[in-house]
């Protein structure tokens, strides 16, 4: 034998044609597959699923249109594997070129992808109007962007309710210059806050987002939705999350809105209906034994007292502020 003609598959045992073919055809569906079913395996390579009917809605047309999609790969890279390994030269293939034109392949494949685009645009536009429908909701609360806070106010049937969320003091102390402060140390490093927004779980929250001075969004991915908040407008968003999700959830103003911008996280606790009917009560007996205490008097020349009205706490400036100063109100 002639070793100078030897080659590698001298040394393989001999494989039919059939198994080449499926032994290809099998690689390719296990790395298009690991593709999806890899990715509900590990959170870490797939887009969350989230807590709320919204977020869940969108993770379902999301894995709708993966499976889409690796059923494509698969006929197309199936096709071509398939040509490649009957039709090769080394087979004695010989190409036609006497066709160059099919009305009918054509048309085939210009209808199958706009079937495929029409059944994947019905539920996506469907679930796109569910996302604006903010209509039926049980609870609103009105939230406006600062540099760099948020201000939460609610209606209905927690009305009078209104506090300020700002970056917690762990936080800020350690994001100062020569704090001594290891960030690593300190839990939730830049998204905890002083307040927290809190809401029911299994109740439709509709939030109703402006901004006082420049470009902000309200953003938490665990709810899967996310608005901009802009000055002059109002803009609607509404979640609800599902029941036996409780928990604190947290997320950050997605628009760079300064140079603060990275100090302005957002905190949600999601409580039960009881349990949020039990903290709107005591927010509520606190208001009203802070309006029942008795104002603070100042001495008239004649040394009567002087009835003093209670201060009004002063609106955040519209315009930019030091770091320091804006988390430590």
């Not at 059944?119 to 609103?140: F, N």
């Not at 998204?191 to 939030?207: F, Q, T």
Request: charged share 15%; proline share 8%.
């Amino acid at each position: 034998m002639n070793l100078n003609r030897l080659t590698v598959n001298h040394f393989r045992p001999a494989r039919t044609r059939g198994a080449v073919l499926r032994r290809a055809l099998g690689l390719l569906a296990a790395s298009l597959l690991a593709g999806s079913t890899g990715a509900q395996a590990f959170p870490a390579m797939n887009m969350p699923v989230g807590v709320t009917v919204l977020s869940h809605d969108i993770y379902r047309i999301h894995i709708e249109v993966l499976w889409v999609c690796v059923a494509i790969a698969v006929a197309v890279f199936g096709v071509m594997i398939i040509a490649l390994v009957r039709f090769r030269h080394s087979k004695g293939a010989v190409p036609d070129t006497t066709m160059t034109h099919s009305t009918a392949a054509e048309v085939i494949w210009t209808i199958i992808p706009v079937l495929i685009l029409v059944s994947l645009a019905i539920p996506a536009a469907r679930t796109m109007i569910k996302i604006d429908d903010t209509s039926h909701a049980g609870l609103t609360i009105r939230v406006t962007g600062y540099q760099w806070k948020w201000h939460y106010t609610y209606l209905d049937e927690a009305s009078g309710i209104s506090f300020f969320s700002t970056l917690s003091q762990n936080s800020n102390f350690a994001s100062q210059l020569d704090s001594g402060i290891d960030p690593r140390t300190v839990p939730h490093y830049l998204l905890s806050v002083d307040h927290p927004l809190v809401i029911p779980s299994g109740v439709k929250v509709r939030l109703l987002i402006t901004s006082a001075d420049v470009i902000h969004a309200w953003w938490v991915p665990a709810f899967g939705v996310k608005r901009s908040a802009i000055p002059g407008f109002i803009n609607e968003l509404w979640v609800k999350v599902l029941p036996g999700h409780e928990g604190v959830y947290r997320g950050q103003c997605a628009a760079l809105c300064g140079r603060g911008h990275g100090f302005m996280p957002i905190v949600v606790d999601v409580k039960t209906p009881a349990d949020f009917a039990k903290w709107v009560a005591a927010q509520k007996a606190a208001l009203k034994q802070a309006s029942a205490a008795p104002a603070p008097a100042l001495m008239a020349p004649n040394d009567a007292p002087v009835a003093r009205a209670r201060p009004v706490p002063p609106t955040p400036p519209l315009g930019r502020r030091p770091l320091t100063a804006q988390v430590l109100d």
